[in-house]
């Protein structure tokens, strides 16, 4: 008996992964995680043009200010590990930063390869594409409309914001057309609980005038956190559901099949390639 029930549960169990990994397959959209960064130097143009030509869905970039209140495309804090120069971009004018090598650490076919501006990658916009907008610290929020408005490409439909509450108001107020999500990590509390939870993700949604979510969906607390119910709590209140960054296509299925509208990956296409493999093999 106790056999013939585990074959039953096994079999319900993989019936519900066949479903997921359908659904992968035909629903889910992927976002290039800086650009195709598996395979160029992340936040550079070579990186979002290799997200274009392979036909990903959207890419992600991230937005710091240099001296002279230009914004340019760089992911960490300081210019040390990915170009040949120490320090923070707000310490050099765009013209110093455009001198950069930002792509020899990546691979010897990638040197010479520069900090593009955030102008220059709006210019990739296209209809039927996103593209991410991650707005990281001292990030000036008037200067960032002007440049989003200053190109004509860069449309509502085209164009997503993510941010926290210090960015994501302001925007909300200056740019009322596009979309805002808050982008937030899972993290564990002092007294064992995971946050954000569910009601207090719809209650920060909801303050910051935000139109959806994008969670961290990768590790052992992201796993244990994002649930149905979980994903049913935020959509039922009128927002939308998105996750970073993952690799693996059976985590994708799994968060597809969960309802999320856009996963977040460093390498777009192959795990677009990845899904849709597993999607044919469970049919």
């Not at 925007?171 to 564990?188: A, C, I, M, N, S």
Request: charged residues 25%.
């Amino acid at each position: 008996m106790m056999k013939k029930m585990m074959m039953v549960v096994t079999g319900v169990a993989g019936i519900s992964m066949t479903l997921a990994v359908a659904r992968a397959g035909q629903d889910i959209r992927f976002i290039s995680h800086r650009g195709e960064s598996r395979d160029a130097p992340e936040n550079t143009m070579a990186a979002f043009r290799l997200s274009r030509e392979r036909g990903v869905f959207g890419f992600e970039c991230d937005i710091y200010m240099t001296a002279d209140n230009e914004i340019i495309c760089l992911h960490d804090v300081t210019l040390d590990r990915t170009t040949d120069a120490k320090g923070k971009p707000g310490e050099f004018t765009l013209a110093e930063l455009k001198k950069l090598d930002a792509g020899s650490w990546k691979g010897p076919q990638f040197a010479g390869e520069r900090i593009p501006t955030l102008a220059e990658a709006l210019a990739l916009a296209q209809d039927g594409k996103e593209i991410y907008i991650d707005i990281k610290g001292g990030v000036n929020i008037p200067r960032l409309v002007e440049v989003v408005k200053a190109e004509p490409k860069a449309t509502p439909e085209r164009i997503v914001f993510l941010g926290g509450t210090a960015s994501i108001p302001p925007l909300r107020k200056l740019l009322p057309d596009y979309r805002t999500y808050w982008v937030v990590g899972v993290r564990q509390k002092e007294d064992g609980a995971l946050t954000p939870g569910a009601s207090e993700a719809v209650a920060v949604l909801k303050r910051m005038g935000a139109h959806g979510i994008d969670i961290q969906g990768h590790g052992a607390a992201a796993q244990k956190l994002l649930d149905r119910e979980y994903v049913k709590t935020i959509k039922d209140a009128g927002f939308s559901f998105h996750v970073w960054t993952i690799n693996d296509a059976a985590r994708a299925a799994e968060l597809a099949e969960l309802g999320a509208e856009t996963i977040t990956t460093d390498c777009g296409a192959k795990l677009k390639r990845d899904v849709r493999v597993m999607a044919h093999k469970a049919q």
